[in-house]
C-alpha cells in the first residue's frame, strides 16, 4: 500500500478499525477537502490517505452517485447547484466535458449570453463553470488562470477586454493554452498572429450602420453618435456609424459624437442639458445612443426639456435590454446574445470533439434592428425587426 506524507486532518487508521468505517473516513476527508479547495485529485488524495489510487477512484465514484461530487478527469468537483442531475455526467467523468465561462458581470447585458451558453451546454451534455472579473483586468487574468489549472476544466468561453497592450499580451496567452479558448462578444480590435484562439462575437459594426441607415431612410441627414467611453465595443460602433455616413455622402466629422457615461449618473440633468445643447447647436436630428439606460435616461430628459422624441430628435438605442420600456418606445439594434453564447460553447465543444483537424472558427453574427416609435414619425403598429445586412 503506498504511502505518502499526510495532509492535515487526514483520517487515521487504527489497527482492527472495520473496512466501512475507513472507507467513510476517507470519504469525510474527500468532502473537507472539496469544501476548502473547490476540486481534488485522485493523486493528491492518494498520497494523503496513504492508500492507492484506485481506492480513491471507488471512493469517488460512491459519492459521486450520492450526488455530493461531480467526477472530472483526474479528480472531482463540488457539484454545480445550478445544474440539474439529469444534465451531469457519469461517476467516471465521461459523458461530458467542462467548460469555463468568464464574463464581466451577471447584472447587465451578459445574462442573455449566459442563458444561451447554459442552453448549448445542457443539450451537449456539457457542466459550465462560471466567473465573473467586474471588468477588472487583473481579475480576469486571474480568473482564467485559475481555471485553465483546474482539473477537468476542458475548454474556457472567455469575455475579456482586448484593448491596448495589457488586452494584445492577453490573447496572446489565451491562444498558447494548452486547451481550446473561445472569445464570446470579444474579438481582437486589430491583425494580431493568433494561430488558435477562437471567436463569436455580434458584428458591431454592422450593427451601428443599420441605424444610420435606418435613420437616413427618415429623412435624417444628421446623424449624431454618443457611446460609453469605457466599453470595448465603442470603437466598433464608431467604425460602422462612419463608414455608414460616408456611403451616404455624409462627412462624419461634422456630426455630433460623444460620451454617454454620465447620462446615468448624479447630477445627470445638467450633462443630458449640455447634450441638447450641443444637439441645437450642430443641427443634429437623430442619435445612435449606447447603451439602453443612457438612451432611456435622454428620452426621459427630452420629454422633461420639451424636446419632442422623434418629431424634435430621433433615438435608436443599443442594446435592446430595456429600451421597448421608455416613453416612447425606442427604436433598438439588439446584438444577437444568446446566439453568441450559444454558438461559443458549441464551438469549444467542436474543437474537443474534433480536436488539431478542426479549421479554426471566428465568427461574427449580425445584430437585428427593432423598430419602434423613437424613430420614426408614425409609431408603426408592432415592433418591426430587421436583420442587419
Known sequence: MPTGPSRPGAPTSP???????????RREHVLRRLR??????????AAELGVSAMTVRRDLNALATRGLLDRVHGGATLPDPFVPASERGTPDGRSRFTVGLVVPQLDYYFPPLVAGARAAAAAAGVRLVIRTTAYDPDEERHQVRRLAETPGIDGLVVAPDVRGAAGAELLRRLDRLPLPVVLAERQPPGPMPLARLEWVAADHVAGAATAVWHLHAQGHRSIGLLTLAASTTSDLLHRGWSDALRSLDVDPAQQLTGPTD????????????GVLDDVAASG????????????????QYCAEAGVVVPDDLAIVAYDDQ???LADPPLTAVRP?????G????????????????RSVHRSLIAPALVVRASSTA?????????SCP
Not at 262 to 273: I, M, Y
Not at 336 to 340: G, M, N
Not at 342 to 357: D, F, I, K
Not at 378 to 386: F, N, R
Open 15 to 25: 489497527a482492527g478499525a472495520p473496512p466501512a468505517q475507513l472507507g467513510a473516513r
Open 36 to 45: 476548502t479547495d473547490g476540486t481534488v485529485r485522485v493523486n493528491d488524495l
Open 262 to 273: 454620465g447620462f446615468g449618473a448624479p447630477g445627470r440633468a445638467e450633462v443630458l442639458a
Open 284 to 299: 443634429t436630428t437623430a442619435v445612435v445612443v449606447q447603451g439602453d439606460p443612457a438612451a432611456v435616461n435622454l428620452a
Open 322 to 324: 430595456v429600451a421597448e
Open 336 to 340: 444577437p446574445l444568446p446566439e453568441v
Open 342 to 357: 450559444r454558438l461559443a460553447v458549441e464551438t469549444v465543444v467542436a474543437r474537443l470533439v474534433e480536436g488539431a483537424e
Open 378 to 386: 408614425l409609431a408603426p403598429s408592432s415592433d418591426a425587426v430587421e
